[in-house]
């Protein structure tokens, strides 16, 4: 009896033995098994699939044979590991292991958006619903919907999010960019409030945010930003009104056909500094970093007025007779490729149309009503003396 049992003990061991050798080679050569497709393609990972469902859905797909044992070495050997939402890149010979590595890893391909500096928050909302690898959630809401959902109701989205390249996966949602956004402004004017300047006009943070959006839409030449903010800061400090185009465009909305008449000049919007004295109730348009900057550590100097000299610069003037001159100068006699800033190019996302940063550059100068393209306070007819000439960057005059 004894001998039998050591013979059956041996016998069973020996089976066990061939069954577990051929269980791991079984697994492992399904492991390295090349997945079964010839072109390169995309494997999506839906939010909360387990690694069962895909092991299932690969079969079904023919892209691969034998999940049930996929799912032993899963089990045995990553149990715990996370199955990282987003899609994956396959690519012909890439073995299941492979796939593993990459599924460890959360290899997931990864997508861009860029937001510009000085895009209005129309033209963001347009760029999240134009890119189709974002979920989109917020088609048909209102601004102030928008708002709700990321949970800051009440504050106007204008200039509330931060311009840079964002990367996300596939099935990420547009509210979930729209965080990152918002909280990326959030912590970049933190850090340049806590390191301003001191002696600023500004209440807080929020009106640095609109003066930094002032400049970011002046302007062209980015060393300019200082010398920009340093103008509008003085005027400031003197009750002088600020007279700067792009709020006027702003104010107008998307009457806004590319041209600036006297009539638009004159007209008492929120947002017109041609009609208001001081800063308008929000910004106009998303900052970067260094509109911010400037904001709050302006040039020092003693310059009240800057006019464009046609190649994204500016002539600076402290007085009226030398902006005046400087106006006949650039604004007068214009040249044929007259830009007010630089030509855009390179920082617009595809199918988006870039901001309406450049004031009319073909303004009618034929119609009564239309303000001559690019003059300055006229010295033939000065203002009034209480009336302050303004910054001039753009195409219209009073």
């Known amino acids: 009896m004894r001998r039998k049992f050591l013979l059956l003990l041996e016998i069973a061991l020996v089976l066990a033995g061939l069954t577990f050798g051929w269980a791991a080679w079984k697994v492992h050569s399904v492991v390295d ?11 999506e990972v839906p939010s909360g699939t387990t690694p069962n469902r895909m092991f299932y859905r690969m079969q079904q797909d023919g892209l691969l044979d034998d999940p049930l044992w996929l799912r032993l070495y899963w089990r045995f ?38 937001l510009v500096e000085g895009w209005n928050f129309r033209q963001v909302r347009a760029a999240l619903a134009r890119h189709d690898t974002l979920q989109h959630t917020l088609d048909g809401l209102s601004d ?3 708002m709700d959902k990321l949970g800051h109701s009440g504050v106007f989205p204008e200039g509330r999010f931060f311009p840079d390249t964002y990367r996300f996966v596939r099935g990420m949602t547009d509210v979930e960019l729209l965080q990152q956004a918002y909280m990326r402004l959030d912590d970049v004017l933190a850090q340049e409030w ?22 970011e839409k002046e302007t062209g030449i980015p060393q300019e930003r200082g010398q920009i903010a340093g103008v509008f800061i003085r005027r ?26 006297r009539a638009d000049l004159r007209e008492p919007t929120p947002y017109n500094t041609y009609t208001m004295v001081g800063l308008p109730p929000t910004p106009i348009a998303m900052v970067g970093r260094e509109a911010i900057h400037a904001a ?11 006019v464009a000299r046609g190649d994204g610069s500016h002539v600076f003037s402290d007085d009226l007779n030398d902006h005046n001159s400087a106006v006949r100068e650039y604004q007068l006699k214009r040249r044929a490729d007259y830009r007010s800033s ?44 209480e009336k302050p000439a303004r910054a001039q960057q753009s195409d219209a005059a009073q």
């Open 33 to 43: 098994q090349p997945i079964q497709l010839s072109a390169e393609r995309m494997l």
């Open 77 to 114: 050997n990553m149990a715990g590991t996370p199955l990282h939402t987003g899609e994956y890149r396959l690519t012909p010979g890439m073995t299941m292991g492979e796939l593993f590595d990459a599924w460890r890893r959360g290899d997931v391909v990864q997508y861009t958006l860029t």
């Open 144 to 146: 102030a919907e928008v």
């Open 194 to 215: 806590a390191a301003r300047a001191t002696d600023l006009p500004y209440r807080d943070p929020y009106q640095a945010l609109i003066m930094a959006s002032l400049v």
């Open 236 to 261: 400031l400090r003197l009750g002088m009104m600020l007279q700067t185009d792009p709020t006027v465009i702003y104010g107008m909305g998307e009457r806004y056909n590319g041209r600036i008449t």
């Open 296 to 306: 709050l550590n302006p040039s020092a100097g003693t310059s009240l007025y800057f």
């Open 342 to 385: 630089p030509a855009p190019g390179g920082k617009a996302a595809p199918g988006v149309p870039s901001p309406a940063s450049e004031p009319a550059q073909e303004a009618s100068q034929n119609k009564e009503d239309d303000a001559p393209a690019g003059i300055g306070p006229d010295a033939s007819t000065p203002e009034p003396a």
